[in-house]
């Protein structure tokens, strides 16, 4: 989702300069504009004293301005904040013993861990995302549970089972894991 904000943003903030930048040049230039044009020639400017007073004396116009600048610089700083938290893990360092190693695909030790751990008694649906460096991955799963499971239960198979057998096929010293689990929403049965 980052990748895709992020693109929508810096297309956004193009399309805003490259149509400002070839309004103040086509005036600078002297090029004919249409009427409905912002700026006319070479000496207009872009705010007139006249357009910079217009709204001064209205009660609306300071809060209006200032609650628009301070949702920009909230959304700036979300973005800026947004920019340093790692993507998925592209691929993880296996020791294939012989002292030059082998790449496994991230996404393809997620699917397995999230096809074992989807498989144990109890849960509706896994997610993994593998994060970190790819020497040393960390597992992000989020368990959906059914109404009849029981958490305990599940998180020990999760950790004695999928976990290891990821953290033992792929070659890892240790495979640390942060794991939330939530419930299905179901209906209230009726006890009669």
């Known amino acids: 989702m980052l990748r895709s904000v992020n693109r929508i ?5 193009a399309v805003v300069l490259v149509c400002v930048g070839g309004a103040v040049l086509a005036a600078g230039l002297g090029l004919s504009v ?12 872009l705010l007139s004293e ?17 609650a ?9 700083l ?36 999230a096809d074992e751990a989807g498989n144990l ?13 790819r020497s040393s991955p960390h597992a ?8 009849h499971a029981a958490p305990e239960e599940t998180l020990g198979r999760l950790t004695d089972e999928a976990l290891a057998h990821a953290r033992d096929s792929a070659g890892l010293a240790r495979l640390p894991a942060e794991v939330r689990l939530r419930a299905v929403r179901h209906r209230a049965e009726r006890v009669s």
Do not use: K, N
């Open 9 to 13: 943003l810096l297309g956004l903030a």
């Open 34 to 45: 249409p009427s409905w044009w912002p700026w006319y020639g070479r000496s207009d400017v």
């Open 50 to 66: 006249a357009d910079r007073d217009r709204w001064r004396g209205e009660g609306w116009w300071w809060p209006a301005v200032i």
């Open 68 to 76: 628009a600048l301070a949702i920009v610089v909230v959304l700036a």
């Open 78 to 113: 979300w973005w800026l904040l947004a920019q340093p938290r790692r993507a998925r893990l592209a691929e993880v360092l296996v020791d294939s013993g012989d002292g030059e190693g082998a790449l496994l695909r991230g996404r393809a030790l997620e699917g397995v861990l």
């Open 121 to 133: 008694d109890g849960v509706a649906r896994a997610q993994v995302v593998l994060t970190g460096r």
């Open 140 to 147: 992000r799963i989020r368990l959906l549970m059914e109404p």
